[in-house]
């Protein structure tokens, strides 16, 4: 019969284990994400990669300068003057916002422009759009109420008053999400990596450049940075109530962005792999999380439908089935994105299950094509490299669709900007090094164990392997942020170590894998 104390051992030795497979696997495809962002920017220029080497360590050298102003201000947070910044900083995204600001193209013009007829008519005449994408019900939902108290406040206010309005929702949203990183970081770091986060998620992260766009990246932006938090605070101290709150704000966050469930498959497994929990305890944790997702989830979805107006035989009718999204990233003729080809096949054909028999044998023929090596380096090179080596996270791209201005901030951060080289130059070096950083947590992770950084790695891993098979867009990476930048900040500091774990490796030490 197994004792306590080796039934601890023999859990410390699964768990190690199956960390460190995990770790080797999540290092290889980081590796390669790194190699690819290196070619895009020796593509650049043949100066670029060794400027870049350059620039990286002095960026080092400079964060590791100004770490020290940086920690000494984080060690004494003054209420007062942390409201000042945030509401400066405020200010200043919403500015960038305002002139940045476009005419509603995409789904962002479908969204804003159902929620003005839904708030003038009281209905919405077409609802196939939001039967074929039920993903957008809660945006549509969100956005409406928005205006509705806008309108109360202003009555007179037109569509481009709607819009500016909205730009200063979202550059609450994103000043209240640089915030809550900037908390997350204290929490695994201490009171010195306040600042040294809100610097580093400003500095290596488009973060502010979608103020202009309020649509799902920034709610759900908004969505992940308060629910990292959450768990971060309560990570070692988990009651029930807790776990039914992140349930209940993952089932938001699943209505607005479907992938952030991708944290929450993360976030069981980090249970699961606890040592300091029993196993009965563990799957009551796990299973409090899951009902309190499927049931918000369920009542969620259910009234969204009731209060738009869609009902079953519209969803039979439009939905597209979720194998729509991976039969388009398998496109030959594309990189794993958007393909309007596929879009029209979709949408032509009548009933939810004749889509799904017809999908289902494109994706099989379109496998048969590529076979075994075709695959590979589709998934590989075409889509890795369409979502993970853009360091704008294609804010230039949607900055330039039909923007309203043509001024400073245009020559730089759009597309078709004479100075926007220099951005892009800039995004791509600091994107590259934010990935090398990642790898070095990685690394020190491989033989060390952190409760919360391994949360990160494992969620931020999950998004990898998700985009891999789904349509890709390097937009899509732009929620994680908050991910990105609290994995790469253990590199600045001393490792942090689960002590539970660390007893027990020194008890045990010589007798573990």
Not at 100 to 116: K, M, Q
Not at 126 to 152: C, E, G, Q
Not at 387 to 392: D, M, Q, R, S, V
Not at 449 to 473: A, H, K, Q, Y
Request: hydrophobic letters at 50%; charged letters at 15%; proline letters at 2%.
């Amino acid at each position: 019969m197994m004792t306590g104390r080796h039934r601890k051992k023999s859990q410390i030795v699964f768990s190690d284990v199956t960390y460190r497979i995990f770790y080797t696997l999540y290092l290889l495809i980081l590796f390669w994400i790194l190699l690819l962002n290196l070619n895009v920017l020796n593509n650049l220029s043949q100066y670029i990669l060794p400027i870049s080497l350059l620039f990286f360590t002095a960026t080092i050298i400079c964060v590791y300068i100004f770490r020290k102003k940086l920690t000494s201000m984080g060690t004494v947070i003054n209420g007062k003057i942390l409201m000042l910044m945030f509401i400066l900083l405020f200010v200043i995204i919403s500015v960038i916002g305002l002139n940045l600001r476009v005419t509603p193209t995409w789904d962002y013009n479908a969204v804003h422009e159902a929620a003005f007829e839904w708030l003038r008519e009281g209905q919405i005449s077409d609802l196939s759009y939001f039967a074929r994408y039920p993903n957008n019900n809660m945006i549509l939902f969100v956005i409406t109420i928005f205006y509705r108290i806008t309108k109360f406040v202003f009555p007179g206010i037109t569509n481009i008053g709607f819009i500016k309005a909205s730009i200063i929702l979202n550059s609450l949203l994103i000043t209240s999400s640089i915030f809550f990183i900037g908390m997350s970081a204290k929490k695994i770091y201490g009171a010195s990596s306040f600042y040294l986060s809100i610097f580093f998620t400003l500095f290596f992260t488009p973060i502010i450049l979608y103020s202009e766009i309020l649509y799902t990246d920034t709610l759900g932006l908004f969505l992940i940075s308060l629910i990292i938090y959450i768990i971060i605070e309560k990570m070692n101290c988990f009651k029930i109530i807790h776990l039914v709150i992140i349930g209940f704000l993952f089932a938001l966050g699943y209505q607005i962005k479907a992938f952030v469930i991708i944290i929450l498959v993360g976030l069981s497994i980090i249970i699961l792999l606890q040592k300091n929990l029993v196993l009965i305890r563990k799957l009551l944790f796990i299973l409090l999380l899951s009902f309190s997702f499927i049931v918000t989830s369920v009542i969620v979805s259910d009234k969204l439908d009731e209060s738009i107006g869609i009902t079953e035989n519209l969803y039979d009718q439009h939905q597209f089935p979720l194998s729509h999204w991976i039969m388009m990233s398998l496109n030959p003729k594309a990189d794993g994105g958007f393909n309007d080809e596929d879009y029209q096949f979709t949408k032509s054909i009548i009933g939810k299950k004749q889509k799904e028999n017809d999908i289902n044998q494109k994706i099989e023929k379109r496998i048969n094509y590529f076979g075994v090596k075709g695959l590979i380096r589709h998934i590989f090179l075409k889509k890795l490299t369409r979502t993970w080596t853009n360091g704008a996270m294609a804010s230039d791209d949607y900055a330039n669709r039909k923007n309203i201005y043509n001024g400073l901030l245009q020559r730089y951060f759009t597309n078709s900007g004479d100075k926007h080289y220099i951005y892009v130059i800039y995004s791509q070096l600091t994107h590259t090094i934010l990935i090398i950083m990642i790898i070095v947590t990685g690394i020190r992770m491989f033989f060390y164990r952190n409760d919360t950084i391994n949360l990160l790695n494992v969620s931020i891993f999950g998004l990898i392997l998700f985009l891999m098979i789904w349509e890709c867009n390097s937009r899509y990476i732009y929620s994680y942020i908050p991910l990105f930048v609290l994995t790469s900040l253990q590199c600045f500091f001393p490792l942090i170590k689960n002590e539970e774990y660390t007893q027990t490796r020194k008890q045990e030490k010589g007798s573990l894998i």
